[in-house]
């Protein structure tokens, strides 16, 4: 999965890529860009700017910390310096390196 | 009005930056709080003198991350900071709280206050834990890069708020402002720039060490699968066991001075209708209101301090999937669980819910939980029909009865969220994206005025609604007299009695008594008005000796196990609170809504009492 728009961080080359909706506790990495899913309830357009003003931004550090204890969902992420909850459906929208 | 004297600032944040600690800081109790026109989003103005002796009045306005108003609260954030409201100019400058150990977001939304054109001031609060954690902030050099005053602030401590006061009185407020903004909604491209502006500036004013030590090791713990969810049901079992027993010694001291009040002032009135007025009336009705003023300080204090904590976020985290799997929203859990005090507040909380339906569901739902006001109702019933033992080593009893009651509240309403998203709605839900904050120690200057606040909300509507509704039911119930030799308690032939007797067939199906069906009535007010109507109406149609007695064990002698229990039963579902419906109506801006919600609360509790009455009645015989 290649991020579809230009970015000044996009993943170097043969770095692994991910949606960080797959990933589980414990996971680390930065955020490559963000795309659009089949699952999004509310316009693209706003979901990439809510998600871009909680910081989910190219080149920002993401570590999942928590799980939910119902179906390990919703997540609890570490973006740079600020944690958000966030449910896996709205995660998968965030495409993510590992590293 | 001031004048033109008083410029107005708008006091503006992100959410958990502690903007309301500095609102609390800045005006003390001088808040006034009412409605935008037209909306229904509380309007907190506030106001102080500055050092310099200037008059400045201030807005607490809903915290956001950005001026594009997704929810109706940060719609109102937005409106009014670019003065789109009817009858509110654009504010004559803003301050701009940031919770200084976490500037990111902030430095974004300072950047599209900036486009507003009045200005402003940054005020960084909670340096104390900045300089705790071993972290800096060139400030001046911040104040260049954004191109506006910066100070630093501690909310919530003495003295704390000098350099914003000073900054405040510089502020070069313009003489003829103009009426138009410059602000437009970003679009993605400038939110990402803005981020990497933000970054930037970060990097060469502000070095942080990491401050999230504390509050990583907690959410270990609180967060985990197995024990966040065992602690945050204990957090509440043990809300509720300190509401019903912490409260009791204060109760029973306002209760024992209230009643030696009520006899002191009927030994110095003259025998007639004046005393009975006061005494049945006033000291009765509304004395039994005002013994509940403990648990609701107490209910009140729980939740002040687990939002204060940063908790509520977290319990929003745990119970999201629940939430998620009832049709309702993880952000549902906060309103929710305000409705615990007040489903006014809560429903008022909603607002924190974008999707409309979402949070329409959450408001139709929130009435369920179990209020402050039916705290009343259920401990004089416990306490009348529930024997005080503990069982399985140490827990109360009457306790369980109380944590059962509330239990069923909460089951059926996510039971009803499920079937509204099953049934009538079936489309999907809102994101769920929520800052989960650092914790915070809560600050007892906060908590205590937060206390203040309310409990003087409680007293003022004691002091007023109830003391009207208490006197209107004491002319209901002792006009017109009975005639001349007439045998039997008086207030059989009293309107009250007669509407009481005439409406007594309807909920006889359901066990309930004429004098029940009395406080029914006036309990569409306030429902726990309804304690005092019961206290009002059995102490006028019993004579002499046991009128003095209270009204626990009048109703323990007057009324059935099964009635009893269907009354319980009915006070878990019943709309009766005209307030509630009128917030409904408010907030949901439609008649539809309020509507739906009686009929169905209504039916739900005509249905759970009969049951309960019915069911209580064969296993008894």
Redesign the interface.
């Given at each position: 999965m290649i991020p579809t728009r230009e970015s000044?961080f996009a993943a170097p080359a043969g770095a692994p890529l991910d949606r960080l909706g797959r990933r589980s506790r414990g996971w680390s990495g930065w955020v490559t860009g963000l795309t659009p899913t089949d699952?999004l309830?509310?316009p693209w357009?706003?979901?990439?700017?809510?998600?871009?003003?909680?910081?989910f931004?190219?080149g920002a550090r993401v570590e999942i910390?928590?799980?939910?204890?119902?179906?390990r969902?919703?997540l609890?992420v570490?973006v740079?310096?600020?944690?958000?909850?966030?449910?896996r459906?709205?995660a998968d929208v965030v495409l993510v390196a590992e590293g | 009005m001031n004048g033109p004297a008083a410029p107005e600032i708008a006091l503006v944040g992100c959410p958990n930056s502690g903007k309301t600690s500095l609102f609390n800081a800045l005006t003390g109790s001088r808040q006034k709080v009412a409605n935008y026109a037209g909306v229904t989003v509380e309007r907190k103005e506030g106001s102080f003198v500055t050092p310099a002796g200037r008059p400045v009045k201030i807005l607490d306005l809903p915290g956001t991350?950005?001026l594009?108003g997704?929810s109706p609260d940060e719609v109102i954030t937005r409106d009014v900071v670019l003065g789109r409201l009817d009858g509110e100019e654009i504010p004559d400058a803003v301050v701009c709280v940031a919770d200084a150990t976490?500037l990111?977001?902030v430095l974004?939304l300072v950047m599209e206050l900036k486009a507003v054109g009045r200005p402003m001031v940054l005020a960084l609060n909670m340096m104390d834990i900045v300089a705790r954690q071993g972290g800096r902030i060139d400030v001046d050099r911040l104040s260049k890069e954004l191109g506006i005053s910066v100070v630093e602030t501690v909310a919530v401590k003495r003295g704390g708020t000098a350099a914003l006061l000073a900054a405040i009185d510089e502020l070069p407020l313009l003489e003829d402002p103009p009426t138009e903004h410059g602000w437009r909604e970003?679009t993605?491209a400038e939110?990402?720039a803005a981020?990497?502006e933000a970054a930037r500036i970060l990097h060469d004013c502000a070095f942080?060490p990491?401050?999230?030590h504390l509050?990583?090791k907690l959410?270990t713990v609180l967060?985990?699968?197995?024990a966040?969810?065992v602690i945050l049901l204990a957090v509440l079992f043990l809300m509720f066991q300190a509401v019903f027993s912490w409260a009791t010694p204060a109760m029973d001291l306002i209760k024992a001075g209230i009643e030696a009040a009520g006899v002191g002032v009927g030994e110095i009135l003259p025998d007639g209708m004046l005393r009975s007025l006061i005494v049945d009336g006033v000291f009765a009705g509304v004395g039994a209101v005002l013994v509940f003023l403990p648990q609701i300080v107490i209910l009140f204090f729980f939740i002040i301090l687990l939002e204060d904590f940063g908790y509520m976020?977290r319990a929003?985290?745990?119970m999201?999937?629940?939430m998620?799997?009832t049709g309702l929203h993880?952000r549902a859990f906060i309103p929710l669980l305000s409705s615990f005090a007040c489903a006014i507040p809560g429903i008022m909380a909603a607002r924190v819910i974008e999707n409309r339906r979402d949070r329409i569901a959450t408001i139709l739902v929130a009435p369920l939980m179990t209020c402050s006001a039916r705290l009343p109702v259920y401990t004089l019933i416990i306490a009348a029909f529930v024997p005080d033992e503990t069982i399985l080593g140490g827990v109360g009893l009457q306790g369980l009865v109380m944590f059962g009651l509330f239990a069923t509240g909460i089951l059926s309403a996510l039971a009803v969220a499920f079937i509204l998203k099953k049934l009538v709605w079936r489309?999907?839900?809102?994101?769920?994206?929520?800052?989960?904050?650092?914790y915070k120690m809560p600050a007892p200057a906060n908590v205590a005025l937060g206390l203040w606040i309310r409990a003087g909300a409680f007293l003022r509507r004691a002091g007023t609604v109830i003391l009207a509704l208490m006197i209107l039911i004491w002319f209901l119930s002792s006009f017109p007299a009975p005639p001349e030799g007439a045998t039997g308690p008086a207030i059989d032939f009293s309107v009250a009695g007669r509407i009481g007797h005439f409406l007594a067939p309807i909920f006889e199906p359901i066990g309930f008594n004429w004098q029940i069906v009395v406080a029914l009535i006036p309990g569409m007010a306030a429902r726990e008005v309804a304690v005092g109507v019961l206290a009002t109406v059995y102490a006028l149609s019993a004579t002499g000796e046991e009128a003095r007695q209270a009204l626990q064990p009048i109703l323990s002698a007057a009324w059935s196990l099964p009635t009893a229990l269907s009354f319980l039963v009915w006070y878990v579902f019943a709309p009766q609170c005209l307030s509630t419906l009128a917030v409904v109506r408010r907030e949901t801006n439609s008649r539809v809504w309020p509507t739906v919600m009686f009929v169905y609360m209504f039916v739900l509790a005509y249905a759970a009492s009969f049951a309960t009455y019915h069911i209580a009645g064969a296993l008894l015989r």
């Open positions: 000044a699952a309830t509310i357009t706003e979901m990439e700017r809510r998600l871009l003003e909680m910081g931004v190219e910390l928590h799980e939910g204890p119902f179906g969902d919703p609890a570490r740079d310096d600020l944690t958000v909850a966030l449910r459906r709205e | 991350y950005s594009r997704r976490n990111r977001l974004r970003p993605a939110i990402r981020h990497a942080h990491g401050n999230e509050t990583r959410d967060l985990h699968p197995v966040g969810v976020a929003a985290f745990l999201d999937r629940l998620a799997g993880g489309e999907a839900t809102e994101p769920f994206i929520m800052e989960l904050p650092d």
